[in-house]
């Protein structure tokens, strides 16, 4: 597939067909991730496969303690405006039917705890950037097989049940968990925001490069 097609289309995929994701095609999607960089090159990621029902029906139920909040805020923020009603449900389907997708990633961060890293004025971006461009990678990647994934971070609201739950060491953080499957509905385009209107050249305010 043309990357800037997977690129166009590629979209959060919430319902999800329980049919089996086998390893060699996930594999490739993972091994397509790691393609991205990382600070310093130190590929200091980790990637949880989850298939056991016992472990995908805790992190379901931790997505649920989070989403029984963030959604009902969600809902009274939405009011009447029909498309985010359309995601809220989209979600709430996600939530309800979490046990039985095939498949949830985990992309994690090995090494040193996020609370070392505030201490620098860039910590955050340097510790999390190195790894949300190998998940977007993974994400296109999923789209180019016609897989359906969304990534979501709700699950990990509490990281100390979630690393329980996934029997990861103190010194490996999960960062997000990715229900991964065969699409029930289809792929994008997406909506987002005209590129003018998140553009400044040289100087915050300048809509215009200099002529
Ligand atoms: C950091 C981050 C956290 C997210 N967490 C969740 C989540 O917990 N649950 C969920 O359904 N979607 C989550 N999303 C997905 C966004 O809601 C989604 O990317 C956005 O609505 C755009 O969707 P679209 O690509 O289908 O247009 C998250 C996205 C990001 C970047």
Not at 84 to 95: G, S
Not at 113 to 119: G, H, I, L, T
Request: glycine share 8%; proline share 9%; with cysteine.
């Amino acid at each position: 597939m043309p990357l800037q097609e997977a690129m166009q289309t590629q979209r959060a995929i919430r319902r999800l067909k329980p049919d089996p994701v086998d390893d060699e095609v996930l594999l490739r999607c993972i091994e397509l991730a790691l393609k991205a960089p990382t600070g310093s090159n130190a590929q200091n990621w980790a990637w949880i496969v989850v298939r056991d029902p016992e472990v995908k029906r805790k992190l379901a139920r931790f997505y649920r303690q989070a989403w029984s909040i963030y959604g009902s805020l969600g809902r009274r923020r939405v009011g009447s405006d029909a498309k985010m009603l359309r995601v809220i449900d989209a979600v709430q389907w996600q939530v309800d039917h979490f046990e039985e997708v095939p498949v949830l990633v985990v992309p994690c961060l090995r090494g040193l705890a996020p609370r070392f890293f505030s201490v620098f004025p860039t910590g955050g971006s340097s510790h999390y950037g190195s790894i949300y461009p190998a998940i977007q990678n993974f994400l296109l990647a999923c789209r180019a097989e016609g897989l359906g994934a969304a990534l979501t971070t709700l699950p990990l609201w509490s990281v100390f049940q979630a690393r329980r739950a996934l029997g990861l060491p103190l010194n490996v953080q999960p960062c997000a968990v990715i229900p991964v499957g065969w699409p029930k509905g289809r792929y994008g385009p997406t909506t987002r925001k005209p590129v003018e209107k998140v553009v400044h050249y040289d100087r915050w305010g300048n809509r215009k490069p200099k002529a």
